[in-house]
Each structure stands twice: as structure tokens, then as C-alpha cells.
């Protein structure tokens, strides 16, 4: 026997159910989740309509990390509702302030080895501490929470290989804008992305954290690192040794793909508008004006990323032109980057310091103005996802960022020596770090669940599903072309997110930047089909991406291709994700056409091929499904919740 | 000849027309003038429809500290609009970040015996100096800026002798919430209110701006203070001790009226939602459930109104029940806090530290649940303005607001010895301030008349109004009670700001807080006259009060009494302000009755009472204005600019 990679140790570590053959689904047992705001409050609903009494995960965390803007009573009434929800089912609550969820959990609850189950498509961050993390849907969060194993195809080992060391100049964030340079956004999906190499030693746990964070923009599975020497460094910073475990690659480790980037080559790049696979080097764009700087977000957390960027900016006043936001990650981070000094320097060189979250990484705040340049260290460049319709944003390096944030121009930071005479710092950070006492409220003891859930009417409630008919019929009402991001299908930001508790409300915004005019022609149409190219639904882990057309009558949709928790998510709530057999009959299908499809039940639990007979072009086409017998029986009961209620009626 | 006052000293040396009789109209030359986003936009299209090359004040500075979350492309569009127009008519930029307007412009422009007028209600927090500053409406401060004098109704000066020292866990904000609970928010109209006495002795600058930024509540014109020992140490604090200049009472000094306040005998007031002039002792509600705390704004903007927060959480973790809001005043003093290590105590305690700005004062963001107690150091808490509609704002002094946030209840802090062991903490402040190089942006030489205005399509322009008809008809579209402020004519907070420059969209949120069905009735009646009670129109200085109804066909209100700039921006843009002569008509006329009012030109050129005629109700009843003729002038050309403009053409 060959020995095994990191990815095959941990998911052999947690495997309840299937075989690791490539493309075969397993089952995972979980450790941990992570639910955020935005997705969490759904998830809080969903623990309540299955009726479980406390989690059976090990550890599980409610953060408030997105919706922090409260521009009316709605968000205040989430958090509430949140706080009496973790004190209902038995969560660590983290309060609007603590930070970003992605590296407060690495930093507070991370351990190598463990299983983490997230409803964010960032949760794979988490590999960089050796842990086997995923993003999912909320529901497949709560099923993790309720002790239900969690489903993935399982993916193929993506080796990739680290040699030499990093330029001055140039950081993590152009490693993982070096792979989606090469590889582009639809790069990893199937995969796991493991890195491994002695380019590896150089890399902090932190900088692993950025690398890890962006595999979601590959569209990877998640993204694994050991846990080695770095990560026990980073614990014993964060003052958990005792949280150690090392997990290395067997020394004749196998990889099902192989790749190797020799980091001594790399430049600093940048993604341009308005995909993160747009990658090209910073020389190649230098010159062109900028008008905002973002430093923040889970893709450049670290304290690092920002003592960087006041180093840089230290003594000198950001152009005044430029607006430089700058979203401290994290509580711990911030009070960190104050003892250093870096927040002193940040204000008086002009930024304008937000408070800590996600903030303009989500378009909370912070929307640029029509067409002006906004550089951001933030991981999607979507567009739209800043708030603006017909924004400019650019993904980059804090180097990057700081250079512009001097100069008003995009500025290779290689260039800021000779330029303005500006050394790369050398950074000191403190001797270790300073958690702050009391971040988070723990679970409460056993007696939790005589809490009250605390709902103001703006707290909806999940709508009931009817089960898949056996003769679907329905218009398409819409057919989009590839890469479509569920910010497309339902936007955050500042205008949406006050919703996300209440569905009907929610519904209204469906497919709004696409085309304003889905949700009334939904409501009339009854049951529909959406047409999309591929990559599907690739970015944001939301479900309500799919919980809000699907209550607008989406039965269906017919892709090139999905991107993976979005289809999982369809599943989960009742969709029926078919694909073109052939590619080419997408050209055939036009917005509008009336299609069918018969004796449904039969044809999915059969498999293989089912005929779609368009009948406004009188022709039919060929389509596949790739769902498990599990999903089959969850999307023909109406999804998962009904399936679980189905089953506890019988 | 007796003694003058502080009061008449300011008016003797800026009077340029009208005499000092209480009750007749004055002119006052206007040396500097201080104009924020929110009512900014309006002035600088205003500058743009008077044809101004450049400003003719010594000093005039444009702020961005309102419109700060920029949820769309709107808000930054604003400040690329704003900057342009700096350099454009010659204004000094303070870009976002920078803070609040009137503490950053005491602190930075503020000189003893100027005159200052500010298109913001608490202009007036510059009497703090010994300046003589009035709130106004835009329009005002864009003729003050032409170099026209600027048209006050002569004051009463109200002497308030302030004797005795402050008792510990007592601070100057109790001082001005005293006045609102002996006088209401009423107490102060008609009237400048000057302190005098040996309590003055032990109030600090910074104390004094507490305390006449507040005085907008109580209605007044102005507050001043003396320009004494304590203002000299300020400006040299500030480093700039050349810029003091000594303005004292005359020993022989007389007042219109006069009031005494032992300050030895104040103990922490609190208003109580939702009004300024509902202030009770902290004692009387003590153990009220308290969810949030919002410090900041410019009713508590010093440096110890944030430190002495910091200094009472050190070492502590706020209650988890409360959400504690930091919203720091100014860059400045944000630098200075952080020096100080208060900083770190805050984010270390669980504070939520939000950018400088106004933030939740003006409800962008920090909106409270429904009915969850929320204490402020905030000006205002009139209903719907937090961003909530049923919320529970209470206002009181920093020291009241700490309280809160460390035991989650309104608490008196005169326990927190007792209950925590916590004793009245003892400041240390930096040797002197530090003020952040290059913070404001200068206005550039005189080629700045050839910078373009950088309009994007949301900044509109403004409308065109027609004269006032000789037959005014129209029916009454609403009928509003007491003290309805401009918060609810025209809201501002997340969702209204971002349109504050285009009138035709922002007409629509017009009354909305009241009856949201008006814009709509008002577009269909046109024109049309609204009912109200005393001091309508209370509140924020924003001239799209009166601008919004009026696009929507408002020609006339008839109320018992009005609020002063209200009143005057009623004028301005050629809506007729008439009261009862009787209040007890008020009565009488009902919403919906059809008013008619004949010959108007000559009835109000000719003063005196003026017939009413209620079609509806078959009833006439007498009403009266206040209008000097030169008001009279421009409300029968429609408002200023058309007069202006009438007359260039003529």
C-alpha cells in the first residue's frame, strides 16, 4: 500500500459511509460548524423545524459577522434571535464585533485533524490548520449540528507543490492569485487542493489561511495543509499548544493531479472586474486610477495583512483621492494590531477604519462609485457584489492595496522603493497574542433547551415545500450564461441581507441584478425551470440563493454544469439540477420555451439519460442528473426537510 | 450706557443692517461657514444656480461625516460631487474619515468672535468659543457665502449664571439635559442663551460644546460662551494659541432673561424616548433593560467623553446583553484615544468601534429592536430617527451611557462604586493634541473656477419653483400635532440619505414617517396647504424639508408656531408660513378641507391679519405671518433664486 496524502488521512479519519473512489458520494462524520449571520438564521430555523433539542456536534459557533450595518430594526432582531437561538440548541455565540468567522474560529476553536462543517463557502480557510473543512449549505450545517454524517462527492487530490521562497513584495494572496491565473474559476471543482513542499516552511499558518480561504474561488472542495511546525507556532501564538497535532503526507504520498509553483518566481497580480479568474500581473495594469482601497475580509485576515499596510502607509497621508476602508478582521486582531502601533498609523495616515466584519467584502457598506477603480484584498470581485451595479473592483495583495492607497494609481509595489523610497517592512508582531477575556458566550448546560426563541416579526419562518410532481411542466422564464454567482441569483449586501429571515420578503430580490422583472413573472408562472451555462452558482454558500426562487416555483434547472454547494443546495431543498447531455442543445432552448418532462420518479431513480420535450420548438433534448439515490429521494419528497418529515409521520 | 454682553458684543461686531430690538430682522456679516454632506450637495448646486465663482467668506469648509455607509453608488458619487465643488468655489474638503463637522471645525477653524453659519442645527456648538454661530438652512449659508449677510430675527439674550462645581459621575451633558428638563425643547426659541457665572470656571471648552450643541433642543438661536481662560487653553491645546482672542461679558452686563444653575446640585439626568424634553433623574427608571449603548456624535464629542467610557470598561467586558456602539468624533481624536491606550480598552471591553462620523446618531446604522431600550450621548431621540420606527432611545451623559453597558440596566453611575467596586475615573490626557497632517484638503488658488463639477447621474439638480399664485387654493393634506421635527417631514438614516441629492426621488420618503400614502395624494392634489401645531418644524437644519413638499406642490402651512430655521427655510423656498391667529382655530380646520386665500400678494404686503376661507367647512378664521419684507419679497417670487434670478433677468 502507497502511503496517503493529507486529504486521504483526514478523510479517511472521518469517513461513515461510501467508498474514496473519485466521484463517489461519502459520508463525513463532523466535528465542528460555523454558521455566520447571513446563512445562520436559517440555519436556527432549520434546527427548529427538525426539532432537535441541542447539537451533537463537538463544537459549534454562531458568528455575527456580516449583517452589522443595522440600517433598520431587522438586524438587531437577527442577533437577538441568534444570541437566544445558541443559548436554545447549544452554540458558542459570537456577538456582532468579535470579527470575522473564518479566522476567529481558526484562531479560537481550530484544531488539525478535526472536521468542520460551514454554511460559508470560505469555511475551507480552515485547511490551512490541517483540518478537513467545508462549506455547505445551511442545511446540510444543521443535519452536521443534529449528528447526521455530511455528503460530498468525493473529489480527486490536487497535489500542489511549493518550492523557493516569496519575493519582497509579493505575499499569499498572489499564490492562490497565481493558481486562479492558471487554472481560472472553475479550476478545482471535484478537487481537493492539498499543498505540500518545502516551499511550505516559509509559509505562515496565517498565510496558509489566505491560500486555503480563496480555493473557493478555484471552486475546489476545500483546500488542505499539514499541520506542521507552522501550525503548531500558530497555536502556541494563540496560546492552544496544547491543540497540537501534527498531520503530515506520508513521505510516498500520492496525488491524483499534480502541479508545482516555485514561489521565488512569482509577481505580485491582481484579478480584474469582474471575476476573480481574471488574473494578471500588476505591471500590466499599473497607471490606471484608483478611487478606493478595501483592506480586509477573510481572503487577507491577518495581522500581517494589515500591519502591512499601516507600515506602508506610516508617516505619509493616503492620496487624496482614495478612499481607504479598512475592515480590522477581527476584536483580537484589531486590539493586536493597537498594541503594535499599526491602528495609530492607519488613522493618521487617512484610512478610514470600520468596524471589525465583513463588511465591504460584501458589499455592507463601502459601495465605489459607477466605473471607479476600488482595489481590494477581499477574494470575489463579482459583479454588483460591492453594491454598486456597474462597479470596477480589483482583488490584490495588501501590497498591492497599500501602494495604490499612496499613490491614487494601480502601482507594482516592487516599484515603491525607487518611487517614494519606501523599504518592504519588516514587521514585529507581539510576543504572542492578546485574546480578549469573555469573546464569546459558551453553550449553556443541558437546561438550554427551555430558552425561548427570541422572534421579532421580522424573524420568518422556513415555507413549507410540496413534493416534486410526476409530469413537471413549466415555462423557462429564465436562461443565463456560464459562471453565474449565487450574489446573481440573490444578492448580499446592504440592501438584501436585512431579509434574510424572512423568505417572502427575501423572494423579491431573486435573479435582481439579472433581470428585475423574475420575481412577478415567477409568482405568475408557477412552476418554472431556469437555463444556465456552466459553473452554476459558483461563489457564496448561500441557500437562499435556492430556498428563494424555489418558493417562487423553481422546479428545476437545466446547466452546462453546477458549482458544488450550490448543487448540493438544490438538492437540499427540492430542485431538480439536470444537466445537458450535450452541451451544444443548450442553443436549442430559448427563454420562454414551455418544456416537460414525464414520469419523473421513475426516471430519476432510474438514472442515466431523461428526455425534456421543449414544447414551444417541438423538439426534445437529453438530460442527466448526478444525484446519489439519497438526493433523489430528498428532491422527489420535496428536499430534505419534508423528506425528515415524511419519514417521522410514517 | 450699561455693560454689554458676550451675546451683544457678537451681534454689535457682525451687524451690517436691521437694529437690536428683539423681534426685528437683522443682517449679520458671516466670516466663516461650515456645511456638511447631507445638506452639502443642496448648497453646492445652490452655489451652481446662483453662478458663484468663488466663496467671499474668510473661511468655509465642506464636511462629509453623515452619508458614511455608502450602501450604493450614490454616496461616494456625492463626495467625488463635493470635492469638485471645493475645488471648484474655493472650499476647504474634509474628506470621510476626517469626523464630525462641528467638533473637528471648533477644533481646527473655530476662532473666538467670528461668525460662523452652518447648514447643520448644531452650528451653535461653536458658541463653545465665543463665536457666533447659527444653524441655517443651506440655501443661507450658500448667499452667506456669496458674501450676503445672513437674516436672523433679533434674539432675547438669555443669561444662565452658573455657579458651584460638578459632582463626581455628573458631566456637562446633564448641565444642558437640566435646561431641557426645567424648559423643554421649546424653552429656547426666540432666544440666545449666554452661561455666565464661576461655574463657568470648571467647564472646559470641549464641556461648553456639549452644552451649547444641545441648545438646538431647547429651540434657541445660539448658545455662547465667553472666549475666556478656558478657551485660551483649548486653542493651545489645539496648537493654536495665536488664534485666541478674549471676549468677555462686561461686569455691568444685563440679560433679557435670566436663570441660575447650582451645577454642585445636578445629578445624572436622562431624557427618556422620544423627545429631548423628557428628561427625568436616572434614578426615577433605574433597572429599565438595556440592549444597546451608543457613544459618540456631536452633543458628547470630546476626548473625555470617550475616554471616560474607556476608562470605566477597562479591564471589563460589557454585559453580552449590550450592544456597545463607539462612533468616535474625529480623526483627531481617534488618534488621541488611541495614544491615550483608551482605545484598546474599549475594543478589549466588547465595544463595537464604528469610523468617525456621525453614524448612529442620524440613524446610519446602529438601529435598535423594536422596543429595546437604547441609550445615546446622542442630541436627539425623536421617534423613527435611530432607523427604527418603534424604537427606545434614551439620552444621557457619557457616564450614564458606561453604566448601562457594564450592567446591561439603566443605572445611576453614582452606584457604580458601590455595585462594582468602580470609582470616578481620573483622566490624563496627551501633553497636547495630536492633530493628523494634511487633514483637510485646501481650497486651491483662484484657476479653481475652471474645475468641472463632477456629476454623477444622481446628483440632480434643483427644481424650478413658480411664484406664489394670487389666488392660493387647496386642500388641506395633512394635519399634524405638536412639535413634529424634520426628522419627520424628511427622514434621514440609511434608506433617505442616499438620495439627498436628487429632489424629484427624495420627495417620495417626504411625511413618509407620518403617512406614507402624502407624496403620493400631494402629486395628485398639487397645490396644497398642511396643518400643524407649535415648534413645527423642530429639529435638523435640512432644507429638503421644505424642498421635497414643495416639488410636491406645498404652497402654504399654517401651524400655531414654528421652529426657527424651519421657518426661514420655508421662506427660502417660497412656502408660505402662516399662523393662527387664534390657536384655537386650529380646531376647527380639518385634513381634507379645501382652504382658499384671495389676493395674496397685497394681504401680505400689506401685514397683518389675513382671512382664511375653509370651502369645505364653510368657515373663515384669521392667520398672521412673521415675514419681513424682504421674506415677503422672495416667497411671492417663489424663493430666493427665483428672485435672484428675476432679477439678473430684469
Same mark, same amino acid.
Given at each position: ?36 449571520d ?18 451533537r456536534?463537538?463544537?459549534s459557533v454562531q ?19 441568534l ?6 440548541f ?18 479560537r ?6 472536521s468542520? *462543517? ?12 490541517g ?8 442545511l446540510?450545517?444543521?443535519? *452536521? ?15 500542489v507543490r511549493?518550492?523557493g ?10 499564490v ?21 513542499g518545502p ?7 496565517m ?19 499539514p ?8 497555536l ?10 501534527e498531520?503530515?503526507?506520508?513521505p ?5 493531479v499534480e ?9 505580485p497580480l491582481?484579478?480584474a472586474?469582474t ?8 505591471r ?9 482601497v ?18 506602508i502607509?506610516?508617516g505619509r ?9 479598512v ?14 502601533? *499599526? ?8 484610512a478610514?477604519?470600520?468596524q471589525?466584519g465583513?463588511?465591504?467584502c ?5 459601495a ?7 482595489l ?5 470581485n ?8 456597474e462597479?470596477?473592483v480589483?482583488?490584490c ?14 502601482t507594482?509595489?516592487?516599484?515603491l ?20 477575556e ?12 427551555r430558552?425561548?426563541?427570541?422572534k421579532?416579526?421580522s424573524?420568518?419562518r422556513?415555507?413549507?415545500f ?9 415555462p423557462?422564464?429564465l ?12 444578492p ?5 441581507l ?8 427575501l ?16 409568482r405568475?408562472?408557477g ?6 451555462g456552466?459553473?452554476?452558482g ?10 428563494a ?8 434547472v437545466?446547466?452546462k454544469?453546477?458549482?458544488?454547494i ?17 452541451p451544444a ?5 430559448g ?8 414520469r ?15 414544447v414551444?420548438?417541438?423538439?426534445d ?5 448526478r ?5 433523489v ?5 420535496g ?11 410514517s
Open positions: 500500500m502507497t502511503g496517503l496524502n493529507v486529504t486521504q488521512k483526514l478523510i479517511g479519519a472521518h469517513r461513515v459511509d461510501g467508498t474514496m473512489a473519485p466521484g463517489a458520494e461519502i459520508g463525513l462524520r463532523i466535528d465542528q460548524t460555523l454558521t455566520q447571513a446563512t445562520g438564521t436559517m440555519v436556527m430555523l432549520e434546527l427548529e423545524a427538525l426539532g432537535l433539542d441541542r447539537v456536534t463537538r463544537t458568528y455575527v459577522d456580516h449583517n452589522l450595518l443595522q440600517t433598520d430594526e431587522r438586524n438587531m432582531a437577527d442577533h437577538l434571535f444570541r437566544s437561538a445558541c443559548r436554545r447549544g452554540l458558542w455565540y459570537s456577538k456582532p464585533g468579535n470579527g470575522v468567522s473564518h479566522p476567529t474560529h481558526m484562531q476553536f481550530g484544531i488539525p485533524g478535526d468542520l *462543517a460551514g454554511s460559508d463557502s470560505h469555511t475551507c480557510a480552515a485547511g490551512s490548520l483540518m478537513l473543512a467545508v462549506g455547505v449549505g445551511g446540510e450545517v444543521a443535519m *452536521a449540528m443534529a449528528g447526521e454524517p455530511l455528503h460530498l462527492t468525493m473529489p480527486r487530490v490536487w497535489g511549493l518550492t521562497t516569496l519575493p519582497p513584495w509579493v505575499s499569499a494572496k498572489d492562490i492569485l497565481e493558481m486562479l491565473r492558471r487554472h481560472g474559476v472553475g479550476g478545482g471543482v471535484g478537487r481537493v487542493v492539498e499543498y505540500h516551499g511550505l516552511a516559509a509559509l505562515s499558518a498565510d496558509r489561511h489566505v491560500i486555503a480561504n480563496m480555493g473557493a474561488e478555484l471552486g475546489a472542495t476545500t483546500t488542505v495543509f499541520a506542521d511546525e507552522r501550525v503548531r507556532a500558530f502556541a501564538y494563540e496560546g492552544r499548544a496544547g491543540d497540537f497535532v498531520i503530515l503526507a506520508d510516498d504520498a500520492r496525488y491524483d502541479d508545482e509553483i516555485d514561489l521565488s518566481a512569482l509577481e491582481i484579478a472586474p471575476s476573480p479568474g481574471n488574473v494578471v500581473p500588476v500590466e495594469v499599473a497607471g490606471e486610477d484608483v478611487h478606493q478595501v483592506i480586509g475580509s477573510s481572503a487577507n485576515p491577518g495581522l500581517r495583512d494589515f500591519a502591512i499596510v499601516a507600515a502607509l506610516a497621508q493616503a492620496h487624496p483621492q482614495v478612499s481607504v476602508d475592515n480590522p478582521t477581527s476584536r483580537q486582531i484589531l486590539a493586536d494590531l493597537t498594541r503594535m502601533g *499599526a491602528t495609530l498609523d492607519l488613522i493618521r495616515s487617512g478610514r477604519l470600520h471589525t465583513c463588511m465591504g460584501i458589499g455592507m457598506g463601502q465605489p462609485a459607477v466605473g471607479r477603480n476600488s481590494r484584498t477581499v477574494p470575489r463579482f459583479p454588483g457584489r460591492s453594491g454598486t451595479k462597479d470596477s480589483w482583488l495583495s495588501p501590497e498591492t492595496a497599500a501602494a495604490a492607497a499612496v499613490t491614487g494609481r494601480i507594482d509595489p516592487r516599484t522603493p525607487d518611487l517614494l523610497g519606501i523599504d518592504y517592512p519588516v514587521l514585529t508582531r507581539p510576543e504572542r497574542a492578546g485574546v480578549p469573555g469573546m464569546f458566550e459558551p453553550p449553556p448546560p443541558a437546561e438550554g433547551r430558552v425561548e426563541l427570541v421579532a416579526p424573524i420568518g422556513l415555507p413549507d410540496d413534493p416534486l410532481p410526476d409530469l413537471l411542466r413549466g423557462v422564464l436562461k443565463l450564461g456560464d459562471d453565474v454567482s449565487t450574489d446573481e441569483i440573490l448580499a449586501g446592504a440592501r438584501v436585512p431579509f434574510r429571515s424572512d423568505i417572502v420578503r423572494a423579491e430580490f431573486t435573479f435582481g441584478q439579472i433581470d428585475e422583472g423574475y420575481a412577478a413573472r415567477a405568475q408562472a412552476p418554472h425551470v431556469v437555463v444556465a456552466g459553473n452554476y459558483q461563489g457564496s454558500s448561500r441557500e437562499h440563493a435556492v430556498i426562487p424555489r418558493h417562487l416555483g423553481l422546479r428545476a437545466i446547466a454544469s453546477y458549482a458544488r450550490h448543487w448540493q443546495n438544490l438538492a437540499n431543498f427540492g430542485v431538480l439540477a439536470l444537466e445537458f447531455a450535450d442543445d443548450y442553443d436549442r432552448v427563454e420562454g420555451d414551455e418544456l416537460c418532462v414525464r419523473l420518479r421513475a426516471e430519476l431513480e432510474r438514472g442515466g439519460d431523461i428526455v425534456v420535450h421543449d414551444t420548438g417541438n423538439i433534448f437529453v438530460v442527466r442528473h444525484l446519489s439515490p439519497r438526493q429521494e430528498m428532491v422527489l419528497a428536499g430534505q426537510i419534508p423528506l425528515i418529515r415524511s419519514r417521522g409521520a
